[in-house]
């Protein structure tokens, strides 16, 4: 069964909403700019979870890159994607300390 979290959005009129979200579906990862190490600005994850541990964990500045993810067909900002890493469901590891 895979694992999902639920995080409140906002809809434009500024009221919350529970989403349920699928971290082990298939995700791209998309930076508005590329970092110095890096000249991709593009990658393709196997599960959300990942992607979103690489965007966090990795680039350590997503909102900075304008990092951006897509799920299916569903698109989630930086924000977002650190809100889902924040989330007690979030199923991968985190380093300690965090």
Do not use: C, H
Not at 39 to 59: G, K, S
Not at 63 to 89: C, H, K, P, T
Request: glycine share 6%.
């Amino acid at each position: 069964m895979p694992k999902r979290a639920n995080f409140v959005a906002r809809d434009l009129l500024g009221q919350s909403s529970d989403i349920s979200f699928d971290y082990s579906a298939p995700a791209e990862l998309f930076l508005a700019k590329r970092t110095k190490s890096s000249r991709e600005n593009y990658r393709r994850f196997a599960t959300a979870a990942e992607a979103i541990r690489y965007a966090v964990e990795d680039l350590r500045t997503p909102r900075a890159l304008g990092a951006w993810m897509q799920v299916g067909d569903e698109r989630f900002n930086s924000d977002d994607i650190l809100r889902l890493y924040d989330a007690g469901d979030y199923p991968l590891r985190k380093p300690l300390g965090d």
